[in-house]
């Protein structure tokens, strides 16, 4: 399987009764303003997976995982991903903070454990204010 869609969200949902999946607000940069960091903020990252394979029931280890711009890695989380035989999809939702520290470029990822080259990379430009008391900068 491979990964198909992959993105950050403030927020999403699945309706109970027809399955429908919504995603609220989009992250692809961040402002965040505080008196003090780190800072975590919570994200959803939604994944759909596109079975390659013919037949069969699949399940493979994924790695999710955060780091910010020096490459320190804040987050890592092994998830395992099933696909039933008769189904050509499998999306998957994960809830987890992201530990704002510092301006910069952060990267989320979701990779396969036994294949490093079937990845997909996210990268949310973050500008961190600790000076409240001042006006906040326009949108990045």
């Given amino acids: ?3 198909e869609h992959f993105i950050l969200a403030k927020g999403s949902s699945i309706d109970r009764d027809t399955q429908v999946l919504s995603v609220f607000e989009i992250i ?7 008196p ?6 919570p ?12 037949q069969g029931v699949l399940v493979e280890p994924w790695r999710l995982s955060v780091t910010d711009g020096s490459k320190k ?8 991903v099933k696909m039933e035989s ?3 999809r499998q ?3 994960v809830h987890f903070p992201i530990q704002i520290t510092h301006d910069g ?17 996210l990268e949310i430009d973050v500008k961190a204010i600790t000076d409240i008391g001042r006006k906040p900068l326009p949108h990045i």
Avoid: C, G, W
């Avoid at 940069?29 to 505080?34: N, V």
């Avoid at 994944?47 to 394979?53: A, D, N, S, T, Y």
């Fill in 36 to 41: 003090k960091f780190p800072v975590n903020v």
């Fill in 91 to 93: 999306r998957v939702r």
């Fill in 73 to 80: 890695t804040l987050l890592s989380q092994n998830l395992e």
């Fill in 86 to 88: 008769d189904h050509l």
């Fill in 105 to 121: 470029t952060y990267q989320v990822q979701i990779a396969h454990v036994n294949q490093a080259s079937n990845s997909r990379v």
């Fill in 28 to 34: 692809e940069q961040m402002q965040i303003q505080s």
């Fill in 1 to 3: 399987m491979k990964v």
């Fill in 43 to 54: 994200v959803h990252a939604v994944i759909v997976f596109r079975r390659e394979e013919e």
